[in-house]
Nanobody
Framework: QVQPVESGGGLVQAGGSLRISCAASGGSFSTYAMAWFRQAPGKERELVAVVSRTDGITYYGDSVKGRFPISRDNTKNTVYLQMNSLKAEDTAVYYC????????????????????WGQGTQVTVSS
């Protein structure tokens, strides 16, 4: 089983950029779809972005579409989230999650589909 570990969170000004990473150990990384979720205080967990196992198929939540490209490097067992044009409402704890998928192009969108989660990394955007 894979264990995701996030890194790269921090404090950034509105309009700025930040890249967070998720290194996954202990499993066959290329057999997992990888996703970023986020949760702000008092709000429900929200899907940010998903990337398929190997075909590079992606899906984005409406609030980040066009701003937060997701990518993965299967040679490094790492998934990235490049966050651009950050807004105060992007402030949240960002979680990396892994879902074992049978089809290479699958991009699960529900949190329940993800069996493995990281501990989260805080991203704070100051306005």
């Amino acid at each position: 089983q894979v264990q995701p570990v996030e890194s790269g969170g921090g404090l950034v000004q509105a309009g700025g950029s930040l890249r967070i990473s998720c290194a996954a150990s202990g499993g066959s990384f290329s057999t997992y779809a990888m996703a970023w979720f986020r949760q702000a205080p008092g709000k429900e967990r929200e899907l940010v972005a998903v990337v398929s196992r190997t075909d590079g198929i992606t899906y984005y939540g409406d609030s980040v579409k066009g701003r937060f490209p997701i990518s993965r490097d299967n040679t490094k067992n790492t998934v990235y989230l490049q966050m651009n044009s950050l807004k105060a409402e992007d402030t949240a704890v960002y979680y990396c999650a892994a879902a074992s998928t049978r089809l290479p192009m699958a991009i699960p969108r529900k949190g329940e589909s993800y069996a493995y989660w990281g501990q989260g990394t805080q991203v704070t955007v100051s306005s």
